[in-house]
């Protein structure tokens, strides 16, 4: 890749039919201190544009010599044919080529699709451009087969087209000077593809995080804290809490509050696992952490305003 130093601005030539519109806006929000040209082109005199430095790259018509062009294939457009309003071809939704057998059907000189036989009868003399062609169509002469943004390019009031399903097509790609990948052809390409502002592609990406790091960081939040359950013992009651990793346990002796043995958190509400109340003990649960059981002899754990204990139905 070469540096872009050498070209202050960014020159795209673009074929008829084609609308560079919405990359040109966003070129110029990303770029804003690097002027986007355009420049317009016939699709026979694309190739010959790129390749004499008229332009850093294309949004062209396919084939390209691939010996010489890159290209990033962008779409593929349906090809129409082009009547007046009053033909009986517009009675239908779509018609085939074999609808047109009756018909002259003009080929202009700077025809785009590529055929292997002619549609419809040909007309005695060819026009030389697509502009031309259609002024002859709405003379009511003939009919005319286009990429429907053609159709769309030329549309006049009088005109209409149907799509033509069983015509060639015509498909719409990126090209430029293999040998001249500028940074700035790069950043054109991101955009095509709607790469990110932040896409790292042809730049160089920032320093990743050693794995050993990532590993550390990993095994520090699933690693236990080491302390084990105490043994049940007569008046003890031993609970898991539950939003904290690990064996974090409460212990409550009865008929003393619970004591935040791992979890000293406020608000935790520890999972009750087994109890031993002695005699005339009394087991509690709190209204506002419905999960926390406690004696109700003294203060519970929550401390959270409004609540308080009541008897434990199960």
């Given at each position: 890749m070469t540096g872009s130093e050498a070209s202050p601005t960014f020159r795209l030539a673009y074929v008829p039919g084609v609308t560079p519109a919405k990359w040109v806006r966003i070129w110029s929000e990303r770029l804003p201190d690097v002027p986007l040209t355009l420049v317009d082109v016939s699709a026979a005199e694309a190739?010959?544009?790129?390749?004499?430095?008229?332009?850093?790259?294309?949004?062209?018509?396919?084939?390209?010599?691939?010996?010489?062009?890159?290209?990033?294939?962008?779409?593929?457009?349906?090809t129409v044919v082009v009547v007046p309003k009053d033909h009986l071809v517009t009675a239908a939704d779509e018609v085939s080529v074999a609808d047109l057998a009756d018909d002259i059907v003009f080929h202009p000189l700077d025809d785009v699709l590529e055929w292997e036989q002619l549609p419809g009868r040909p007309a005695l003399e060819r026009?030389?451009?697509?502009?031309?062609?259609?002024?002859?169509?709405?003379?009511?002469?003939?009919?005319?087969?286009?990429?429907?943004s053609l159709a769309r390019l030329h549309h006049r009031k009088d005109l209409t087209y149907r799509p033509l399903?069983?015509?060639?097509?015509?498909?719409?790609?990126?090209?430029?000077?293999?040998?001249?990948?500028?940074?700035?052809?790069?950043?054109?390409?991101?955009?095509?593809?709607?790469?990110?502002?932040?896409?790292?592609r042809g730049r160089t990406p920032p320093p990743a995080q050693p794995k050993s790091?990532?590993?550390?960081?990993?095994?520090?939040r699933r690693k236990p804290t080491g302390l084990r359950p105490q043994a049940p013992r007569q008046g003890v009651g031993v609970t898991r809490c539950v939003a904290a990793a690990g064996p974090s346990w409460l212990v409550a002796q009865f008929p003393a509050p619970l004591k935040a043995k791992a979890c000293g958190s406020t608000h935790h509400q520890p999972r009750r696992t087994r109890s031993f109340p002695p005699a005339g003990g009394v087991v509690g649960r709190c209204v506002v952490c419905p999960s926390l059981r406690f004696c109700l002899g003294g203060p519970g754990p929550c401390t959270r305003p409004g609540s308080y204990a009541r008897p434990a139905t199960g």
């Open positions: 190739s010959d544009v790129l390749r004499g430095g008229g332009a850093d790259a294309g949004v062209v018509r396919l084939p390209v010599d691939r010996t010489v062009f890159s290209a990033i294939p962008l779409y593929t457009e349906s026009p030389a451009t697509t502009a031309d062609a259609i002024e002859l169509v709405a003379a009511g002469v003939g009919l005319l087969v286009v990429p429907q399903v069983d015509a060639p097509q015509s498909s719409v790609a990126l090209a430029w000077p293999e040998d001249a990948t500028t940074d700035l052809v790069e950043d054109f390409i991101g955009i095509v593809r709607g790469r990110t502002v932040n896409s790292t790091k990532r590993r550390e960081a990993a095994d520090a």
